[in-house]
């Protein structure tokens, strides 16, 4: 008896000293060292062997500019970059110095208290005034700069030149005509998808519900509300879910499908269309329909427009945590530099940040056009509320597209529920 | 059982050196193990049903913001939310399923061990010991491309053509409670052979002289005496699959299509880290942990009733 009455002191003892659960210092590192070893995670690309190289040659004049700095790099699957980014600022003794991440996530990231300001740093650098407006603004949070632009990304149509010209088609002009021209293909070739869609593509079906009119969400600053079951955005939906059957692409196949799984349809020539990026493009160049096909800007309602493409992108940031500040910085500064950019744009196909790079690029390289005019015709981007984060990976969205496309629910209900989980998450972080 | 009984009884009784009054020397003895339990499990559940209380996100994990006490409101949430009830559904059908599956085709194979000859007892064996130490992961991975809707031997061997097996609720739930009980099986049947193998021959003799069939061997002889062990695999069964997650999270790809096939540790995970609100992701831990305590304390009772000891 005498021992259990002791045990539930010691248990009373122990409920009040932790009065609340851990929370890792918010405080950024005081240290910072110039030499050791910097650690740098950079996102696994569908082919990733050219990143390597582009990397790598910063990585050597780095190392020569900084005796005794060691860089290492660990390339992490972008499907589970959160998780990974997040346990490392849960955790800094184990957290990398520096980071790729996609820029929707920098508000996120800055709620999160996981990334530093360089502020003062992205001024006094001599190559930001070329870098473009939009670009900017997606490091940019309350006016404080939390990274450098790493590339930007826009989506546009590919299409099979081959089977086209086989079957008689035109590029289509439209959004119906797309839909329609895609079925055509697919009743003509039933083995292949008329145009390769994803259930949890959300950046693919965007532009169907911006060329309709309708939005994600409405407000600025802190205070956003969800429109994405507004009737405009209703009939994006509608327009992006009627590719889902057997008449396009099977729901059986298709509604389980993310961006890459598209890419990587279209590449191995299952697909007539896809919807794919300009950084896309050295994953289909390096499959099989390589010299079959080519690429024009996604088509919006009216003939001749474009639909508003998603500006994507990512970036590269210090965390606060780094005990090496000034080298996390500079190695920072090298890889988003104009050169390692162009080496980058060269590899990979990933457009520059920089005006002045991304012009010379389009001259050189044919291939970007279609993707520098989608950009020219006005590109659009998701809330710029930390609760974004939260809505894409909780899957709110592919959620919804996936309950339509597999008739378990109509288009009203589904959006209806979306918006509703989409303003929890924006209430929830005031 | 009678042997057994007459054996207890001779069996020295323990006494502690100072006589009755146990002194400090047992707590001392255990001390080791308490502290490895202490900081391995108690330590961990006494934090999960703190964070369970707080306001806990990854702002306040990461120091962006200030940690506030919300008292019950999180199960509050949990529980209003209708989400929540249908996951809890899923989870307690799919376990029971599992369970159901595992201990029958655990046992039928631990009969048949114990009727073949040596070498395809070995074979036998062999597989199973195979399956138990595949990683869930891989077998997870591997089942999946058996079914797979282009390129699974499965569909071509049944002529299905592209039929995609994780698309439809049932069949991505099917085709998971196959590789959960392909991997938990092994243990039902190397704990119940071996079980088998201590139940006197003359008691099994002596039944098949009666004329009694195999099956009713198994329920009237073998089953009532090896009911401790049927229990024990039980229970592991229960939390088992009830705590299933690798093979969810990597078949249906994280949940299923638009989260259809949940259960209460992916859709716990799925709020914990992926969305990270770590307090509703404790919340359902803790409730977890309650369920599957009041599952066992009830199943333990029972059997007590009964007047079966374990």
Known sequence: ?????????????????????????????????????????????????????????????????????????????????????????????????????????????????????????????????????????????????????????????YYRTDVFEELGLDVPRTQAELISTAKKIRAAKPGMYGIAVGGAYTYGAMPFIWAHGGELATGKGGSYASAIDGADARKGIEAYTSLFGDDNCPAAKCAGMGGNDTVTAFASGKAAMAIGGDFSHAAVEAGKVKGKYAVVPLPGVEPGSIAPAFAGGNNLGVLKSTSHRTLAVDLMKRLASKEAQGELFEGMGFLPTFSDVRRRAAEEEPFVKPFVETLAAGTKFVPASPAWARIDSSLVLPTMFQEVVSGRKDVATASADAAKKMNEAFGSVG | MERTRTARSTAPAPRTPRGRRPGPAPWLLLAPALVVLGGLLAYPIYQLGLISLFHYTQAQVSGGEPTTFEGLGN??????????????????????????????????????????????????????????????????????????????????????????????????????????????????????????????????????????????????????????????????????????????????????????????????????????????GAAIGVVMLLILLAVTLVYLRLLRRQGEEL
């Open chain 1, 1 to 157: 008896m005498k021992l259990s009455v002791r045990m539930v002191a010691l248990a009373a003892v122990l409920a009040t000293a932790a009065c609340a659960p851990q929370t890792s210092g918010t405080s950024s590192s005081d240290k910072d060292e110039k030499t050791g070893t910097l650690r740098v995670w950079l996102f696994q690309e569908v082919n990733n062997k050219p990143k390597e190289q582009a990397v790598d040659s910063v990585l050597a004049a780095f190392e020569k500019a900084h005796e005794g700095a060691e860089v290492t790099v660990e390339y992490i699957p972008v499907e589970t970059r959160a998780q990974r980014i997040k346990a490392a600022f849960n955790d800094p003794k184990s957290a990398p110095d520096l980071v790729e991440y996609g820029n929707t996530d920098t508000a996120g990231y800055v709620r999160d208290g996981g990334l530093a300001d360089v502020t003062e740093e992205f001024e006094a650098w001599e190559e930001t005034e070329d870098t473009d407006p939009t670009a900017r603004q997606s490091v940019t949070v309350d006016g404080k700069v939390y990274g450098a632009p790493y590339f930007v990304g826009v989506r546009a149509l």
């Open chain 2, 75 to 280: 199960y509050a949430e949990l529980f209003g939310d209708d989400r929540f009830w249908q996951v809890l559904r899923d989870t307690v059908l799919f376990a029971a399923a599992c369970v159901a599956c595992t201990l029958a085709v655990g046992c039928a194979l631990a009969v048949l061990l114990t009727r073949v000859r040596a070498v395809p007892r070995l074979a036998l064996m062999l597989a199973a010991l195979g399956a138990w130490a595949t990683p869930a992961v891989t077998g997870s991975t591997v089942w999946l491309l058996l079914f797979d809707a282009d390129f699974g031997p499965v569909n071509r061997v049944l002529g299905l053509g592209d039929h995609a097996w994780t698309y439809g609720r049932l069949s991505a739930f099917f085709l998971v409670l196959l590789e959960v009980v392909w991997c938990s099986f092994p243990f039902v049947m190397v704990t119940v052979y071996a079980g088998i193998r201590a139940v006197p021959s003359e008691v099994l003799e002596a039944a098949a002289l009666d004329g009694a069939s195999q099956w009713r061997i198994w329920r009237s002889v073998l089953a009532p005496m090896l009911r401790p062990i049927l229990v024990v695999v039980t229970i592991q069964s229960v939390i088992w699959d009830f705590k299933v997650f690798t093979q969810i999270y990597v078949m249906t790809n994280g949940g299923g299509i638009a989260g259809q096939n949940l259960v209460l540790n992916v859709y716990a995970y799925q709020q914990a880290f992926a969305s990270s609100q770590y307090s509703l």
